[in-house]
């Protein structure tokens, strides 16, 4: 034996009694003995600390990182020595018998440890550890591989014939003919070997499709980075407990070890999985010195601070001052995002009533940018997952993530909804509802023997516009006989209740405001110039700084905000019905109004929700069903959240008067129409 093998042995018994590997191998090796069932292949998950490892015997940690296959070689002989010495499990005869899985906990954040596909010559050949990180952007189901297979010599005299000194195991990178084929000899009598299939050890494999995180700015359609880079998506594979291990769409850090899977005349560079760690977004700690001015300078009135904060926002795109409701609700839709599996989000989805497209679209382009996960749907693409046969030639179904899974987290802008067919919009509406989307996989087409239905959670926010001069030619405008309702029946009534909020921007396109024109002048002649201070003061960096720290806040309802929505929800559902129809406020709109009241918390930097918040949701969603249906007995003006131009510290102070009063008029129409809001009604 050689020298720096047999102390190799030694460093690894000490580091597994150390470390605890030890007695997680003894507890291990109990289960199997207390089946007392004999086993071709007894596996066996150690997991590896690289620096305690590296300071126990820097060769041995060096051996592991750079010859992870070998290395689980010098593991297999100490774990077979042990099990024999401790009589741990009383069937295991060979030693080719154990299967040992190197899991690293990290690797040192050196360049040389990570994957780079851009690089070349890339040597995917070395068989190492790598580490990597992307977003899962398609999936296939999980299907079932070889994991080791026993084979007896057929030589009737050969000593081989028996026993468990021929095994086959899976091997990184190694295709199932590589574990199991029959084309194998006796190393003593040359005579063919052939498969036991009492012993064969099934195992699950799913293949995932990953891609840098880069590649989202790519589908954003408006970025402020110049920079060209080359991406590719690469493919990983996920064997037994890590199947099922990752969710379409997020975030993740791999440890694996790169290797090349021939299918026909195409090579493919995958990589083998050892650990899977989902990367956990982080909000900055922080936010500008002239943000934290300003909201200091405001303190004396809850409707300031995000007064001003939508009258300055997206200065680059439109001038101060003009389309004030439209951006506060983007501001609102923006902070009400969250990528955070474990946590019950809040949604808000936007649709646009626009007669000027090519605004809405460069506004709701450049707001999309100021998340990580602001993803523009291409038209000719699909919105929501869709399967497809597995690309490595496994036949097998595999997900693709498409546009919504992409923007998790995030905003998915799909543009002009009048531009889609009625089958898409119906699609559109049912995942609005349920904020799921269920795709059927025919068991028949794909492979497998029974049908399958997979339901995948949707978690991202949905912008969309209507454009009213394209959609009057389409069909005919109905003439309404209610005060402030619009004609909007070539989208279905449940869809336009799908969305949180519906908003009419303020400027038809034939009446463009002066402040407007001048702008989209001067941006014409000039796109980077910077044409307002405040652009200089609030960059657009320090905006996505703001609402990542905005969106990570977490807030709780008031007892006075509580009671004001739930006044208003009972004494809308009143006011707003039909003796046909019934009420025409769905239970969705309680939701609204709180998602709306949390945002408006969250914009303004504070974590209680206090009947001002309350307030500006209301406003919003009033304003909202006044298109859809017309005025209320409250009576809401459609500039009510904006009714002055914020010019200076009257106009302020004017604006803060007239919402004290819509309060005072909320106040005498919840108790006009919702008199005893405590009472829990049948219907309710």
């Given at each position: ?120 010559p890339f040597d995917y050949t070395s068989q190492r550890f790598y580490g990597s990180e992307g ?399 405040v652009s200089q003061q609030f960059r657009t960096q320090d905006y996505e700084e703001f609402i ?137």
């Open positions: 034996m050689h020298p720096e093998i047999q102390k190799m042995r030694e460093i690894v018994l000490i580091y597994l009694d150390r470390s605890g590997g030890l007695q997680k191998f003894v507890h291990d090796c109990k289960k199997y003995n207390d089946s007392k069932q004999s086993y071709a292949v007894y596996r066996f998950i150690i997991s590896i600390n690289p620096s305690d490892l590296a300071e126990l015997d820097a060769t041995l940690g060096n051996y592991i990182l750079h010859y992870p296959i070998q290395a689980a070689q010098v593991f297999q002989s100490v774990c077979f020595v042990a099990i024999k010495t401790l009589s741990l499990i009383e069937q295991l005869q060979t030693e080719a018998q154990i299967s040992i899985m190197l899991k690293p906990t990290h690797l040192p954040p050196l360049p040389s440890y990570i994957l780079n596909l851009s690089a070349f977003i899962v952007i398609a999936m296939g189901t999980v299907t079932k591989y070889s994991q080791g297979a026993r084979f007896l010599c057929t030589g009737e005299t050969c000593p081989f014939s028996e026993g468990f000194r021929y095994i086959r195991v899976h091997l990184p990178g190694a295709t199932e003919s590589a574990t199991v084929r029959n084309d194998f000899v006796c190393s003593l009598c040359f005579s063919p070997l052939q498969e036991d299939m009492k012993f064969r050890v099934l195992g699950d494999k799913q293949i995932v499709e990953m891609i840098d995180a880069k590649a989202l700015s790519a589908l954003k359609g408006y970025s402020n980075n110049k920079s060209h880079f080359r991406i590719q998506t690469f493919t990983v594979f996920l064997r037994d407990e890590l199947a099922n291990r990752m969710t379409m769409g997020n975030h993740y850090k791999i440890i694996g070890i790169p290797a090349c899977v021939q299918n026909g005349s195409q090579a493919t560079v995958c990589i083998e999985v050892s650990s899977v760690q989902q990367c956990e977004p982080n909000g900055p700690a922080f936010i500008s010195d002239n943000f934290k001015h300003l909201l200091s300078l405001t303190s004396s009135s809850c409707w300031r601070f995000t007064g001003i904060l939508a009258n300055i926002f997206a200065s680059q795109v439109v001038p101060p001052g003009t389309y004030n409701i439209l951006k506060l609700t983007i501001l609102l839709s923006l902070v009400l995002t969250c990528e955070k599996d474990n946590e019950i989000a809040d949604y808000l989805d936007l649709l646009i009533v626009t007669s000027d497209t090519v605004i809405i679209d460069r506004l709701l382009s450049y707001s999309m940018c100021l998340l990580p996960r602001g993803i523009r749907h291409p038209f000719a693409s699909e919105i929501f997952p869709v399967v497809s046969k597995d690309k490595h030639g496994t036949g097998s179904a595999s997900i693709q993530a498409c546009s919504a899974l992409l923007a998790k987290g995030g905003i998915c802008y799909i543009g002009d909804l009048s531009s889609y067919k009625k089958d898409k919009l119906e699609f559109l509406q049912s995942v609005l509802e349920s904020r799921t989307t269920t795709i059927f996989i025919p068991g028949k087409k794909y492979g497998e023997e029974a049908d399958q239905q997979v339901t995948i959670p949707v978690q991202t926010n949905f912008w969309s516009y209507i454009d009213v001069d394209a959609s009057s030619k389409k069909h005919i405008q109905k003439d309404s006989s209610l005060i402030g309702q619009m004609d909007l029946s070539l989208i279905s009534p449940s869809l336009l209740d799908g969305f949180g909020l519906l908003i009419y921007n303020e400027f038809p396109s034939c009446q463009l405001s002066f402040p407007l024109v001048h702008h989209i002048l001067k941006k014409a002649i000039n796109p980077e110039a910077m044409l307002y201070r990542l720290f905005a969106k990570n806040l977490h807030v709780e309802l008031s007892s006075e905000a509580e009671n004001l929505i739930q006044g208003y929800y009972l004494a809308s559902r009143r006011v707003r019905r039909d003796a046909i129809h019934g009420s025409k406020l769905t239970a969705s709109a309680l939701k609204i109004l709180i998602s709306l009241s949390k945002a408006h918390t969250k914009l303004s930097l504070r974590k209680k929700v206090l009947k001002e918040d309350a307030l500006i949701a209301i406003l919003l969603l009033e304003s909202s069903l006044t298109l859809k249906h017309g005025k209320s007995a409250l009576c809401v003006a459609p500039n009510a959240v904006f009714p002055f131009d914020l010019n200076d510290e009257s106009s302020l102070q004017e604006r803060d008067i007239y919402l004290m009063q819509c309060h005072h008029q909320l106040l005498n129409f919840i108790g006009a129409y919702s008199p005893g809001i405590h009472v829990t009604t049948n219907e309710e």
